[in-house]
């Protein structure tokens, strides 16, 4: 067999192979993260104009182990170099010498820091010492996710990526080649929320999925996803119940995207054109990139609860801090764990679809306790939102239960195959979301893919449930303009017989690859085909791609749909992170071709699996980084092609 793997200097860019060949390791290196030991995720700027020959294009000059989307040094005043070294002894706080780190001001991750004693071997003291940071509040700091909505006055302009205890970060890309951080917004404190009405947080009936692998806490935000509306607003949401945050630009974030222009948000109106871009058309926006060098910005650091640890202020967690970002809006979720913000224009009226992890907490509507599923409100006025309805999930552990994903169409968008159904969608609007995470060991599994009516988004209707029985869902993807829906999914081997079942698919990590579909009809969903990286298919060939045996499992499909004929599909999620370019055309007809083998569908061929394939590669670091988004951006530079692909990693 031939592990198709990275090329040599693959290995030898990578950060972790930089940090095994040589003992001086600079701060940039490390400095993204604040938790001690974790490895540092974050977002990466590819050039795949060539398709075959992706090139990365984020890596600081200054330091090639470095992205420059990516939180800068300074930002937090904690990780330093320690003085009176020899530059080659120079110690990174945190990694290599915590006592060190601790005399630096740099505590290990709490909510109450005790103030170290000064060490009398070091002089003179360090001025950080008494002082609290932002690190110190523990939890994750990192990349997560990126927007994908390809929103036409930000598109090629601004990256927008959530990270964690970092909040939201906005990075300016107008000249890709020097990438700079531009604005950030990070939540207040979680102090509310998980109680009736939104009552103080843990409230009754509250209970968190909390599980050491994902170690995050109640009461430090964790924001986890970010999404934009046609109007411009940003949502993020919050993997420790926070709520849900609606936000603007400001400053010089603004500017970069409008230039001097009044703010004049669009309100939704009956002759306001409906989006005609990715997931809800084909018509892809061109981004204009220049080569213009403007000055690179320092983030200010955020504020702190307790600048000061005392015995009357031991709060180690930030404030509410902004830069460049503003609130618009916010609502509690009743204090839900939350993983995607998706938000629709329905008529008049932006509807917010949020979708939850694990857990349980009380429905402000009813005051009854129910499993976290999918959240309904509308954000027309974003300084009012209404909170509509809330879609129980199933139960279970925060890897088990929730409907973490959400995608909705127009029944007058999508396409239909005759009068009587275009008549019977006509006004109507479609939620898919995927119900339930993972089965773990369960055969058959418990999990799905279901589809509500939500024409009325204060009374959802359940419509049908697409390819039940599944081990595993997530990151699904759905176009309107064509009814084309990209399932993350894993049959169980025991799973009651159906035309679309294909077990046997192999994948290491997250056990999921990808199961496609027509949903044109929601009712009646038509099964297209599933796909993965070569290597996944139940009769594996001679030939494996990735970085491991059997390939690492999909995160997460992004369709640039017919008009730009691509899928980019991310692989990894938090380590050995592959990224795969794919024709749509040939994906989705390479099983009815007159050559197709009888088992294509289910069971593909090995040529079957790399004849759409247009390219891969792995991510920086090897095994360290994981395919969370792969975002792409179509634009032009100097009147020639140049497109751009946004890929994340997952801390």
């Not at 000061?308 to 202020?313: G, L, M």
């Amino acid at each position: 067999m031939r592990i198709l793997g990275p090329s040599l200097w693959d290995v030898l860019r990578s950060p972790v192979v930089l940090l095994l060949l040589t003992s001086i390791v600079p701060v940039s290196v490390l400095a993204q993260e604040c938790t001690a030991g974790n490895a540092p995720h974050a977002a990466w700027l590819y050039d795949v104009t060539d398709e075959a020959h992706p090139r990365l294009i984020s890596e600081d000059p200054a330091d090639p182990a470095r992205t420059r989307l990516n939180v800068p040094d300074g930002f937090n005043y904690t990780w330093d170099t320690i003085s009176g070294q020899s530059p080659s002894q120079d110690t990174h706080c945190g990694i290599a010498n915590p006592a060190h780190c601790r005399d630096a001001g740099v505590y290990p991750p709490s909510l109450t820091p005790q103030d170290p004693p000064p060490d009398p071997n070091v002089q003179p003291a360090l001025p950080n010492v008494g002082k609290n940071g932002f690190c110190n509040q523990g939890g994750r700091f990192g990349a997560h996710s990126s927007t994908e909505l390809f929103y036409p006055p930000y598109y090629g302009k601004l990256a927008i990526v959530s990270w964690f205890v970092g909040g939201v970060r906005v990075f300016d890309i107008r000249n890709p080649d020097a990438a700079r951080p531009i604005a950030y917004f990070i939540p207040a404190p979680n102090d509310t929320g998980c109680g009736p009405r939104g009552g103080p947080s843990p409230g009754p009936g509250c209970t968190f999925a909390n599980t050491g692998r994902d170690n995050h806490m109640v009461n430090t935000i964790h924001t986890n996803n970010v999404e934009l509306d046609d109007r411009g607003y940003i949502y993020i949401a919050d993997r420790a119940g926070t709520g849900m945050h609606i936000l603007r630009l400001t400053g010089e974030a603004w500017r970069a995207v409008s230039g001097d222009a009044d703010r004049g948000e669009q309100e939704a109106s009956d002759d306001h054109p409906l989006p005609d871009y990715p997931p809800y058309g084909s018509h892809v926006p061109t981004a204009h990139f220049d080569h213009t060098v403007r000055p690179q910005l320092i983030p200010p650091p955020p504020k702190m609860l307790c600048p000061v640890p005392s015995a009357s202020c031991t709060d180690a967690r930030p404030a509410q801090s902004a830069w460049n970002m503003e609130l618009a809006g916010y609502d509690t979720l009743d204090g839900r764990s939350t993983y995607q913000p998706l938000v629709v224009r329905q008529g008049r009226r932006y509807i917010a679809y949020m979708a939850h992890h694990a857990g349980t907490a009380i429905n402000r509507l009813t005051l009854a306790s129910e499993t976290n599923g999918t959240s309904i409100l509308d954000v027309t006025h974003p300084g009012h939102p209404v909170y509509l309805a809330h879609i129980p999930g199933p139960g279970g552990s925060l890897d088990a239960a929730g409907n973490q994903m959400a995608h909705v169409c127009s029944g007058d968008i999508l396409p239909s195959n005759s009068p009587a159904e275009a008549a019977r969608k006509h006004g109507h609007y479609y939620l898919l979301r995927s119900n339930g995470n993972s089965s773990g060991s369960a055969n058959p599994g418990a999990e799905s893919h279901q589809i509500f009516d939500v024409t009325d988004p204060a009374h959802p209707v359940l419509l049908t449930t697409v390819a039940p029985q599944l081990t595993n869902t997530h990151k699904s993807w759905w176009e309107c303009d064509t009814g084309i829906a990209f399932l993350v999914a894993n049959d169980s081997s025991l799973a009651s017989p159906r035309p679309d079942l294909a077990p046997g698919w192999h994948q290491s990590g997250s056990n999921q690859h990808v199961k496609i579909y027509n949903l044109h009809d929601p009712a009646n969903p038509e099964y297209i085909r599933d796909f993965g990286l070569v290597g996944q298919q139940p009769n594996v060939g001679d030939a494996v791609e990735g970085l491991v045996t059997p390939p690492t499992g999909i995160h997460g499909p992004i369709s640039a749909g017919k008009e730009k004929n691509r899928v980019y599909l991310a692989y990894g999620v938090g380590s050995n992170g592959v990224v795969e370019i794919v024709d749509r055309g040939e994906l989705l007809t390479g099983c009815t071709a007159a050559d197709a083998s009888a088992h294509c569908a289910a069971s593909p061929t090995q040529q079957e699996m790399l004849a759409p394939q247009r390219g891969w590669f792995t991510l920086p670091g090897l095994t360290l980084q994981g395919g969370h988004t792969s975002f792409p951006i179509f634009g032009e530079e100097d009147g020639k092609p140049r497109n751009l692909l946004l890929v994340v990693s997952e801390d």
